[in-house]
């Protein structure tokens, strides 16, 4: 079992930064992919972006955070970031880390189907 727990979220001005950290304790070297999800009211969970942990580090994105927010790892920190760069109102949800022990499964593959574990979430609103 792996447990997450990501950092505080916050309060940002359109075009401003945030940046999230999650950390995993527990079985950590079961983990292959690490990746955030975000919901925004009366809205359904969405993918943000994936980080393959061990080989390679690729990423992946949804298309609505291409070129603005960057997702990373420090595996000495069990630690994936995901730094948050010119926000927009429609960022504005709760945002939630996910840590996913299965093998063979492409960061594709897992932006549909997640698997794993959750945190707990944080809140990200940005203002206009």
């Known amino acids: 079992q792996v447990q997450l727990v990501e950092s505080a979220g916050g309060l940002v001005q359109a075009g401003g930064s945030l940046r999230l950290s999650c950390a995993a304790s527990?079985?950590?070297?079961?983990?292959?992919?690490m990746g955030w999800f975000r919901q925004a009211p009366r809205k359904e969970r969405e993918f943000v972006a994936a980080?393959?942990?061990?080989?390679?580090?690729?990423?992946y994105y949804a298309e609505s955070v291409k070129g603005r927010f960057a997702i990373s790892r420090d595996n000495a920190k069990n630690t994936v970031y995901l730094q948050m760069n010119s926000l927009k109102t429609e960022d504005t949800a709760v945002y939630y880390c996910n840590a996913d022990a299965r093998s063979y499964v492409t960061l594709t593959d897992y932006a549909g189907a997640p698997g794993g574990s959750w945190g707990q979430g944080t809140q990200v609103t940005v203002s206009s």
């Open positions: 980080i393959n942990m061990w080989i390679g580090g690729s990423t």
């Open positions: 527990g079985r950590t070297s079961s983990v292959n992919i």
